[in-house]
Structures are given as structure tokens and as C-alpha cells.
């Protein structure tokens, strides 16, 4: 099993949608990433948490210790919005981990 | 804000050469940095975290003798693919950690092996 699971792994939304991507993890963590790949590779950091929410522009981020869980949303979704976001965790003893991603695709 | 430039961004490398990526923590001092792989619609792996002045910590199954880290300096640290295959051909990407937690990504390397 994973240390890092997303859900879902691909997501399609119409302009305007409101979105979630989700990312569960299973090992004591000090921080965790929600990062943004674009097609050519180039990953941006969005948000880095280690408790509470967190809000930049139309996304925010929240992370719930207790129940290892973390959630990515992105109101008002544009088509730019495309791209992989993949969930990063870090851990003291296992160091960065990293979900398999989630493809998201925005339709105008 | 804080940057972090790898270069080169794209490389060709006959198979059985050596090539150097290097990884620049821009404003910011960089105790640690990592390197990271990423196969086509894979995820990123972390092959190794390298520390200033001291040798890296590799991740279990990458090879310490083919990808070679060293982090002399506090704003800069190299990743050596030696004797270079077509299988080594993938996207590495370093990330370097600020004071506490903050971690910044460079932009990525495409190594092609030919």
C-alpha cells in the first residue's frame, strides 16, 4: 500500500466547477505539500501545511492531522487550472513521499 | 520569492558518457537539497537528500555510483549520471528546504540517453 494515496486520479470539470482532490496518508508527517506539475514538467508549490487551512486566491488547502487526511479545492475552476497535482508529504523517518497525482482536466 | 534554478533544463547525452545537472538555491542558503525522478506518467521518486559538506542519503534501490550528489556549497548541488544509459533517460528535479520547512522546486531536467 501506498504511504500517500489521491483520489480521484483523473478528473474532468466544466469551467466554473467546484473541485476536490483529496490525499490520504498513512505515516506521521511534519509537513505536508500540495504541489502542481504542468505538462512540461515545471512543479509549483501551492501549498505547504502542517495543521488547519490554508487559502491562496481560489484554492485552498486543508489538512486534518488526526485523520492523516488533506484536502486540495480550487473554486471557480478555468481551464489554466489544467494540470497533475500531486500530494507530498514529509516524513522525519521516511523523508518526501509522494502521491501518484491527480490529472485534472478543465473543459471551457 | 525564493528561486530555485536547475540547469540544463534539456540534455542528450550519448549512452556510456557522464552528465551533470546542477541545482541552484538562488536568495536563500540551502542546508539540504533533494533530487527527485520522474518516469513518463509515473510519479516523483526521491532518489537522494543531500546535505551541505556531508554525503547524501540515497533512497533504497539508487545506485550511489551512478548518480553521483554533491552538495559543496550552500546554494549549490550536482547530480552526476555516470555511464549514462537509455534507461537513465527520465525528468529529475531538485528541490532545495529553506529554514524550517519550506521547500522550493526547480523547473526539472529532461535527460535523454542515446
Known amino acids: 500500500k501506498n504511504e500517500v494515496e489521491q483520489s480521484p486520479q483523473n478528473l474532468t470539470a466544466q469551467e466554473g466547477e467546484f473541485i476536490t482532490i483529496n490525499c490520504s496518508y498513512s505515516?506521521?508527517?511534519?509537513?505536508l505539500h500540495w504541489l502542481q506539475q504542468h505538462p512540461g514538467g515545471g512543479i509549483v508549490s501551492l501549498f505547504m501545511?502542517?495543521?488547519g487551512k490554508k487559502k491562496h486566491g481560489r484554492l485552498i488547502a486543508t489538512i486534518n492531522i488526526q485523520e492523516k487526511h488533506s484536502s486540495l479545492h480550487i473554486t471557480a475552476s478555468h481551464p489554466r487550472d489544467s494540470a497533475v497535482y500531486i500530494c507530498?508529504?514529509?516524513?522525519?523517518?521516511?523523508?518526501?513521499?509522494f502521491g501518484a497525482g491527480t490529472r485534472l482536466t478543465v473543459k471551457p | 520569492g525564493a528561486v530555485v534554478s536547475q540547469h540544463p533544463s534539456r540534455v542528450i547525452c550519448k549512452s556510456g558518457t557522464s552528465v551533470k545537472i546542477e541545482c541552484r538555491s538562488l536568495?536563500?542558503?540551502?542546508?539540504?537539497m533533494f533530487w527527485y525522478r520522474q518516469f513518463p506518467k509515473q510519479s516523483l521518486m526521491l532518489m537522494a537528500t543531500?546535505?551541505?559538506?556531508?554525503?547524501?542519503?540515497?533512497e533504497q534501490g539508487v545506485e550511489k555510483d551512478k548518480f553521483l550528489i554533491n552538495h559543496a556549497s550552500l546554494t549549490l548541488s550536482t547530480l552526476t549520471v555516470t555511464s549514462a544509459h537509455p534507461e537513465d533517460s527520465s525528468f529529475y528535479i531538485c528541490?532545495?528546504?529553506?529554514?524550517?520547512?519550506?521547500?522550493?522546486f526547480g523547473e526539472g531536467s529532461w535527460l535523454t540517453v542515446v
Open positions: 528541490s532545495a528546504r529553506q529554514s524550517g520547512n519550506t521547500i522550493y
Open positions: 505515516v506521521g508527517i511534519s509537513a
Open positions: 501545511l502542517s495543521s
Open positions: 507530498a508529504v514529509r516524513s522525519v523517518l521516511t523523508g518526501m513521499r
Open positions: 536568495d536563500f542558503q540551502a542546508t539540504t
Open positions: 543531500s546535505n551541505e559538506g556531508s554525503k547524501a542519503t540515497y
